[in-house]
C-alpha cells in the first residue's frame, strides 16, 4: 500500500488552487503516475499460480477493482467512492470544492485505467507472458471503459489502447471497434479528419513547413528541382512548396518534379495525388511534373537506379516517417535505411527527416529498458500529450476531436503498440531515431535557418500555448506538448559517396528483417 | 577581471583602466591598439584577430562561440563584450560559403547575435544601447534590431500564404473525393456521405476557405468571427488578410453562436477561427485590422459589400472554386 500512499502525496503536490483546465490537471497526473510507476518492479515478479487465480477472480468479481503496481495484485477499495472524504486515493480531495472532488475522481480513474493497461501490456509482453491473463484484464478494461468513442478523453485514450492490445491478442490484423480499414467508403472520412487534425494542430504542418523551406534554402537559385519523396500519402507537403516557388521574385519560377516512391498497391492512389498536385501546380501556373518509382516487392527497399535523374537537377529527398492520414503499415527498418542511404547513390543536395521523437532522459531510459512494456508506456505517455494538446487548444469541440481521435489517430495507435510489440520479438533492434542513425552514417548537418526557426515558432504561436518548438541540434527542430516532445524535422546533407562500402554493411547485415 | 572591468558604468566605451586618450593610436599594455579622437575605436590587428580566431576555433567555431567566453579565452585586457560581439559577427558573416542567401543568412547573423546575447533582446537594446555604446555600435545595434522585427514580419507573410496553399490543396483533394464518391456509389450513398461531410463542415474549424459561408438564400458573404474561447485568449487564424497583425481579444462574449436550429450538441456548433498572433513591439502598419465583435443579433462582417444575416443558419464550407477567386480577389484588393 506504499504505493498508494505516495500516489496520494503526488497528488498533493498538485496545484489544485488555480482553477486548473482539465489538460493541466491531467498532465499533472500523468506525471506524477510516470514517476511512481518508474519505482514500480515488474508486474510479474511476484507473481505465481495462485496470485494468478486469485487476481483473476478478483478481477472478475469484483465491482470495482484496484491495481497495485508495487505487489502486482488487484484489490477490492475499502471505500467505494471515490468522491468519499476516506479515500486513500485522494487524502487532498477533502480539502476541495466539490468540482475539484470530481476532477479528482475522474483522476484516480484514470489512474486505474493507466494501471490496469500497464499490467496488461506486461502480461502481453512483459518478462512472464500470460495471455490469459491479460485477456482478462482486457475484458475488464472494456467493462469499464463503455461503448468506443464516448466518455472522457482519458477514457477514449484508454479505450484505444486497450483495442491496439486487443489487436496484439487476437494476433495478424488488428481490428478496431471501429472496423477502420482504410477502404474508398471510408475515405471521405479520413480526408475530412485529416483536416480537421491539420486544423486543430501544428502536427502536420510543423514537419512539412520545416522540410520546405530547407529545400527552398538548398535549391534558391536552381532552376530545376527533383524531389523524391519516400511516402507522398496526399501530396499534402508539396502544396505549400509549390507556392512558395510560385511567388518567388525575380524570374520565372523553377520546374519542380515529384517523383513518388510507392510500396506495392500504392500506384493507384500516387496516381491520383500526382493529378491532384499537377491541378494545383497548373492552378498557381508552377511549371510541374510527376512520376512513381516503386520500391522493391517484398523488402520495400529503395534502388537509386530506379529514378531517373536529369542532369542540371537539384535532387533532394524528403522523408516523412511521421505517420500521415491512413493507418498504413509502417516502414520497416532496412526500407527507409535503402531510401537515405541512396541519397548518397543520387548525389542528393539535401535530406529532409521528419520523425517522432523519442523520449529523453531517465524516465525514457528506464521504459527503454523494460523493452515491450516500456515502450508501451512511452507511447501511451506520448499520445496522451497529443491528447491533451487537442483538448486544451479545442476545449469545446468533442465532437471533432473524437472523430479525429477515433478515424486517424487510433489506428496510429495500434500501429505504433504493434510495431512495438513486433520489435520486441524479432532479433537486431529497431532503429528509435533515424537521426542518430544518419549521424552515424557520416550525414552533415544542414543548419536550421532562423528564417525556418523563426516560421516554426509563428506556426505555434496560432496556437494558444503549450506547443513548443526547441533548435536541438543545429540541424533539428523539435515540436513539443508541454514537457513532451513529439516529433522532429531535420535537415541533412549525404556524406560522399567514398563511404559508400560502409552504409552497405549496414544495410544488409544489421537492418535486414524479411 | 574582465566581467567586472565591463559592468563598470563606463565614461567611455573603453573599460580598460589602462586606455588614455589621446589624439593618435596608442598601445596600451594590454597590446591592445586604440584609436582615438573623437570616437574610440578598438583596431583589429592580425595578432589579436589571430588570438580572436585561436579562441573561437578553442570553443567549437564560430557558431559555437559567444562573445563572453571568447573574451574569457582571450584573457585580453580592454576588451568589451561589445568589441567581440561586432567582430564575432563579421567573421562569421565573412565565413559564408553561399553568398547567394546573403539576405537569409545575413539576418541569421544578426539574429543569432542578438538572441544569443539578450534575452529581450529590443527592450534591452533600446534603454541601453545608448548608454553603453558609442554611436555608431548604437546605430549599428538598432539597425539590426529593426532588420529582425522586418524579418519577422517576412516570415510571417510567408507563413500565411503556404497556410492558405494548404488549405486550397485539402479542399480539392476533398472535393474531389466526394466527386469520385457521388461518381462512383450513386447519389444515395454520397448523400449519406454529404451528410456527413456537411455535419464536419459544422464543425470545420478553418480552412483555406473555411470562413466563407453560404446561408439559406445563397448569398455569398464573408462570415463573422464566432469564437468559442475563454475571453482572455482570442487568437484567431482565417484566410483574409484583413486580420493579420491584429490580436483580437474577444472579451465577456459567453454564449456559444448556435448555427444549427435544432443543434443536438451545443459545443459543436461553432465555428472557430484562428488569428495570427504578433509579437508586441512588431510594427503592425501596412495591415489593416478590422475588428469584429461577434453579436448574436447583428453579425458585422469583415468586408464590405456583404450582407447581414438575420437568421442563423447552417453552416457550409464554400467549395465552388470560382467564387474563391472572386473572394479571394476581393480580399487583396481590400488590403490594398
Redesign the interface.
Known sequence: MEVAMDEGNDFSRCNFSTAAAMDDYFACAWNNWEQSVADVGPFSASADADDFHDLVESIVFADDVDYDPSTGHFSLPQSPSYNSNTSTCTPVAEEEEHNATATAGNDAKGLRLVHLLEAAAEALGGVHKCPDLARVILVRLRELLGRGGEGTSIERLAGHFTDALQGLLDGGRTSLRDGGQHNHNNKMEVLTAFQLLQDMSPYTKFGHFTANQAILEATAVDRRIHVVDFEIAEGVQWASLMQALASRPGTSSPHLRITAMIRSGGSRSAQETGRLLAAYAASLGQPFSFSQCRLEANSERFRAAGVKVVKGEALVMNCVLHPTTTAARRRTTGSVASFLSGSVDLGARVVTLVEEEVGEGEEAEEEQGRGFVGRFMAELGRYSAVWDSLEAEFPMQGQARAVVERVILGPRIAGAIGHAFRAEEEEGGQVESWGEWMTAMGFGKVSISCFNHCQAKLLLGLFKGGYKVEETATNKLVLGWKTRRLLSASVWKPPSPVLLPVIDSFEDSDFLFD | MFPAASRKPPSTPMNSSSHERAPMCVQGDSGLVLTTDPKPRLRWTAELHDRFVDAVNQLGGP?KATPKTIMRVMGVKGLTLYHLKSHLQKFRLGKQPHR??ND??S??EA??DLQRNTASSSRIMGRSMNEVLHGTEAHRMQLEVHRRFH??L???K??Q??????G???Q???E???QT?AA??GTE?AGE?LG??HD?AD?????GT?DLQLDNSHQLHLGSIHH??PPD?G?Y?TASPALIGKKMIMAGEKS?FIWDDEAE?D??S?L?N????V?PGVIDGGYEAKPTIPNADDDKLVLEGTAKMDRPSPLRVLNHPLSVEAINGMLINNRR
Not at chain 2, 203 to 207: E, I, S
Request: glycine content about 6%.
Open positions: 557558431d547567394e542567401f537569409h543568412y539576418f541569421k539574429a543569432m524579418e519577422q517576412e516570415v510571417q510567408h507563413l500564404i503556404r497556410i492558405e496553399a494548404q486550397k490543396y485539402m480539392s483533394i476533398l474531389k473525393a466526394y464518391l462512383g456509389q450513398a456521405q456527413f461531410v464536419m464543425l470545420q474549424l478553418f480552412g473555411g468559442l474561447q485568449h487568437l487564424l456559444p450538441d459545443d459543436d461553432q472557430h484562428i488569428g495570427i498572433d509579437a
